[in-house]
């Protein structure tokens, strides 16, 4: 076996490693969405249902992926998307991924739910840092952490506004999957066949730092976390309008932008409301099930703010053709989410580079095989999308 691969070619095997490392409850937690995971389903069948229509004879011996993203130039189209809860999967999972992405010269999105304080990622990973913010019901709990994010010099802010209330996870609740575990005996005998994991991620905090917590939450509800399930310590904020992010944009000196956004018309708003970004997502098929895939409604977003705004996508990306053909379509950034994060579970910082250099490859591969040497070059005459798509 080749060390650098670990024995994975492609996402699938990162997830299957992910898989037999990782307790039931916490893959599935990882893996899986809402309800009935329509939404998560349709995010893959959309992306099917778009072709390529490669050109040939075209001298693509010099390709390139470089873009530049709110004035930084990196070197591949990608970003690192906010994913609850990675310190579970890996110890300090989440400085395992930042780590990775600083390597790959990617931004890595911290979330607010991640178990490793912002300031410690950001001493330890260095790069290029975002952070995920949900707004809770009392607003003042969300604006500390824009002044947390701030004072530790995180480089944008992303707000997400598709989650009013929380979504209905069912698979969470059989599993009964809480930060602490819950100590059942079918969750206690699921551990057990894991030692792997219960020795290097859960016994590892448990011996250094105690159990973990959302470092990452305010400091006035950090203690109750740890005896509740997750992510119900903190109430969302159900009367969000576009008010409250012009407020933010007041409060955030730094690249702001807006996360959930499937209309239109929302994202104009969005632009309206002073956000440099939106980002064009259904929350990986985890909040509202049977909502349209962020691929299928992209090409309409694009022509209405990518003038205005930079327009960046993420939900079911699993392959490098994927990232190719939201490109085409006019993305200018695409955000990978459970690929990095399998790769983190299979194998900390040495799993998340290898999702990132199969991206890698599999982008240049691709651009090579559809005639193209650079990403600038990509438009939709590349595509031959489905009849009644935008563009079609």
């Known amino acids: 076996m080749n060390d650098d691969t670990l024995g994975a070619f492609n996402v699938a095997d990162l997830r299957e490693i992910a898989r037999r490392r990782l307790p039931k409850g916490i893959f599935e937690f990882v893996d899986r969405g809402a309800e009935d995971e329509v939404s998560l389903r349709n995010n893959r069948t959309a992306f099917e249902g778009i072709r390529l229509r490669p050109r040939v004879l075209a001298d693509v011996s010099q390709r390139s992926q470089e873009i530049t993203l709110?004035?930084?130039?990196?070197?591949?189209?990608?970003?690192?998307?906010?994913?609850?809860?990675?310190?579970?999967?890996?110890?300090?999972?989440?400085?395992?991924?930042?780590?990775?992405?600083?390597?790959?010269?990617?931004?890595?999105?911290?979330?607010?739910?991640?178990?490793?304080?912002?300031?410690?990622?950001?001493?330890?990973?260095?790069?290029?840092?975002?952070?995920?913010?949900?707004?809770?019901?009392?607003?003042?709990?969300?604006?500390?952490?824009?002044?947390?994010?701030?004072?530790?010099?995180?480089?944008?802010?992303?707000?997400?506004?598709?989650?009013?209330?929380?979504?209905?996870?069912?698979?969470?609740?059989?599993?009964?999957?809480?930060?602490?575990?819950?100590?059942?005996?079918?969750?206690?005998?699921d551990v057990l066949r894991h030692p792997r994991w219960l020795?290097?991620?859960?016994?590892?905090?448990?011996?250094?730092?105690?159990?973990?917590?959302?470092?990452?939450?305010?400091?006035?509800?950090?203690?109750?976390?740890?005896?509740?399930?997750?992510?119900?310590?903190?109430?969302?904020?159900?009367?969000?309008?576009?008010?409250?992010?012009?407020?933010?944009?007041?409060?955030?000196?730094?690249?702001?932008?807006?996360?959930?956004?499937?209309?239109?018309?929302?994202?104009?708003?969005?632009?309206?409301?002073?956000?440099?970004?939106?980002?064009?997502?259904?929350?990986?098929?985890?909040?509202?099930?049977?909502?349209?895939?962020?691929?299928e409604v992209l090409p309409k977003i694009v022509d209405a703010v990518g003038k205005r705004m930079t327009v960046m996508v993420d939900s079911g990306f699993r392959r490098g053709t994927d990232v190719v053909k939201a490109l085409a379509l006019g993305a200018n950034a695409v955000l990978i989410g459970r690929a990095t994060l399998y790769g983190t579970a299979a194998a900390g910082e040495a799993g998340a580079a290898r999702a990132i250099s199969i991206f890698r490859d599999e982008i240049d591969r691709t651009l090579a095989l559809l005639g193209c040497a650079g990403i600038a070059a990509l438009n939709r005459e590349y595509l031959a999308l489905p009849p009644g798509a935008p563009g079609a």
């Open 199 to 295: 020795a290097g991620v859960w016994m590892r905090y448990l011996l250094t730092t105690g159990m973990p917590r959302y470092e990452n939450y305010p400091e006035a509800v950090k203690s109750s976390i740890s005896a509740r399930p997750m992510g119900r310590a903190l109430k969302l904020n159900d009367s969000l309008t576009w008010e409250d992010v012009r407020v933010l944009r007041k409060l955030w000196p730094r690249t702001l932008m807006v996360k959930g956004v499937l209309r239109p018309q929302d994202a104009a708003l969005a632009a309206d409301s002073g956000a440099d970004a939106v980002i064009v997502s259904n929350h990986g098929g985890r909040v509202v099930d049977g909502a349209v895939a962020p691929i």
């Open 70 to 189: 709110f004035g930084h130039r990196q070197k591949m189209p990608i970003a690192i998307a906010p994913t609850g809860a990675a310190g579970i999967m890996w110890h300090e999972g989440e400085i395992a991924l930042a780590r990775a992405a600083a390597a790959a010269g990617i931004p890595f999105t911290l979330a607010t739910g991640s178990l490793t304080a912002m300031e410690r990622v950001v001493a330890r990973a260095g790069g290029r840092i975002w952070f995920q913010l949900y707004m809770y019901a009392d607003r003042s709990l969300s604006y500390q952490l824009v002044e947390r994010a701030k004072s530790a010099g995180l480089e944008a802010l992303v707000v997400t506004v598709d989650s009013p209330v929380f979504s209905n996870r069912e698979y969470n609740l059989r599993n009964g999957f809480t930060i602490p575990l819950s100590y059942t005996p079918r969750n206690v005998a």
